[in-house]
C-alpha cells in the first residue's frame, strides 16, 4: 500500500503521517507539501527517518508536476490536506485560497483519475474538509451531513467548492472518493495564529490576547490526534461516495476557553491565579465572522465506531505541556528561521 498525503507539514497532516507511519509500517507513506509557511518538517522529525517515509517538495496548484508524479510512483490512495487553512488571511488574500483549495484540489483529482484510469479497484481518494462549509449555527441545533453548504469566508467558501469537485468527480467519473468535515482541531504542532497556540504564545510572552467582537463565538474543538484515527478509520473503513462529520461534542465559547487556557497557563508557569487573565484585550471582530459550530459526528460513531478519547480539559492541558516544553519550536516558528534550516538540510534551496 502505497498511500500520497499531501499537506503532511502542517498541523494536521504531520499527526496524519506521524499516525500512518507507526500504525502501518509495511505502507510507505509520501508526504507531498510546498512548504508554505505553514508547512514545517520539523512536526516530522520524530519520524522522519522511518524506512517507509519519503518526502516530496512540491506545489499541488501545479498540474503538470503533478501528473508527472502520479506516473512515477503508483499510490494506492490519497489522503488530501494541503490547503490555505486560515480564515483571517483568506480575508486579507482570498485568491491564494481559490488558487491552492480548489484549483490545487482539481489538479489532484486529475492526476489520480488519469493514473488510475478506470481501473479503480483498491483506489481511494480522501479529501479532508472542515464544517466550516456549512455555514453558521444559531443557538440551537448541529451540522449533520445533509445539511445545506451555505460558506461564509474565502476560507470556507473555498473549501465547499473544493468538496463540490471532489464529488463531481466521483459522480462523473466514478472516481472512489470519501470526504470528511471536522470541527477546530487543537493540539502540537498547530501554527500559532490559531486562537490556542497564538494565545498560549501571548500568555508565555505576556503579550495581549485579542479577542474577537466579545468572545461569545462557538466553536466544537478535537484534539488532533484524535482527528488523526478518525482518519484512520474513515481511509479504511468508509464508504465510497459518502461523508462522514467528525467532532468533539466539545462546543465552547471563545472567552469561556480562554478562560480555562488562562486558569491552565497559570497554574503551569506558576504565576498567580487571574494573572493571564488580564491579557485578555476584546478588539474588532473578524469580518463575517461565523457565531456558532456545532458537529453531529454521530453517522460516523455508528457506521465505523469512533468516538474522541479524551476529555477538552486533559487534551488542553497536554496541549499547554507541549507548547511548554517545545520552545524551540515555538520560537523557530515564530521567528521564521524553521523555513531556512530544512530547505538547506533537504537541499531544497
Ligand atoms: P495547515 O495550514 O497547518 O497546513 C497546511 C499544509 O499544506 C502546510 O504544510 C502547507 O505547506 C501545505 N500546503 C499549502 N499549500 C500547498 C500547495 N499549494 N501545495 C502543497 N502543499 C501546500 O493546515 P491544517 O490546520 O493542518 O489543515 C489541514 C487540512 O485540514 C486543511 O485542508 C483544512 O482545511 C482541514 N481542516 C482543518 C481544521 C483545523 O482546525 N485546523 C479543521 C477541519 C479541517
Ligand atoms: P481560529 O483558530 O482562527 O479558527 P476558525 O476561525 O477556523 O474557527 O479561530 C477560532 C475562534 O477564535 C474564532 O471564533 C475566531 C476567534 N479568534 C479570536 O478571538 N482571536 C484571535 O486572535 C484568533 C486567531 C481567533
Redesign the pocket.
Known sequence: MHILI??G?????SHVVRHFLTTYPSYTITN?????Y??NLANLHDVEHLPNYRFVK????DGDFLMQLFEEQRFDGVIH??????VDRSITNPTAFVV?NVL?TVNLLNAANAAWNSDFQGKRFYH???DEVYGSLGKEGMFTEETPYDPHSPYSAS?ASSDHFVRAWHDTFGLPVVISN????YGSFQ?PE?LIPLFINNIIQSKPLPVYGKGENIRDWLWVVDHAQAIDVIYHQGKTGETYNIGGHNEWSNIDLIRLLCRIMDAKLGRAAGESEKLVTYVTDRAGHDLRYAIDSSKLQRELGWIPSITFEKGLELTVEWYLSNSEWLNNVTSGSYQHYYDEMYGLR
Open positions: 499531501t499537506g507539514a502542517g498541523f494536521i497532516g507531498l507539501d510546498s512548504l508554505t505553514a508547512g512540491g506545489d499541488i496548484t490536506l494541503a490547503a490555505e487553512s486560515h491552492t490545487g479532508i474538509s472542515t473549501k471536522c470541527s477546530n482541531n501554527f490559531k
